[in-house]
Structures are given as C-alpha cells and as structure tokens.
C-alpha cells in the first residue's frame, strides 16, 4: 500500500521532472535499465557509408525532435553521424 502511494508520487506529471535516479535508488535499491532500440553501442566498431572508414562510437544519444539516433565516433569527435549513416563491419 505505502509502495503503491510512493509510485503514484514519483510518477504524477507535475512532479515528473524531479523524479530521477537517485529517489527510485533510494526506495528500491535498485535502478533499472532503459532498453534502447539504437543499432550501435559505445566501443562499436563501425563503418561510414560515404568514406568506408572504420571508427569507434565514443558516445550515442536519442534526439527527440527527430526521433532518431545520432553517434559520435572517436576518430572525428566534432561530427555527429545519424544511423542511417553507419553500418555494422
């Protein structure tokens, strides 16, 4: 009962913007992941379509507006690559 109470709390859309990590690490010792739905992970080696160079991913992110993924690739880390850009080697 008092767990249902606290999710209910953290989950109210007023309040959604100060929930993060850290209250739900507090309540459940725990965190869980989020699944993610990008091809690539952090270490990857991949190629770029238009070079055929291989690179590394050193980070991805989500952008939400476009809803798609972008990457960030060690060997150029001034350039953001879309998935649609990268292939697996």
Known sequence: MERD???KFITH???KWRVNCDII?????ECPMK???NRFSNGSM?????TGETVTILKWQYVKNMKRYSYIVKEHPGT???EE???VN
């Open 5 to 7: 109470r606290f999710i």
């Open 13 to 15: 859309e007023t309040l």
């Open 25 to 29: 690490i507090k309540y459940e010792r």
């Open 35 to 37: 699944s993610t739905k």
């Open 46 to 50: 991949v190629t770029i379509k238009e």
């Open 80 to 82: 953001f690559y879309f």
């Open 85 to 87: 850009e990268l292939e």
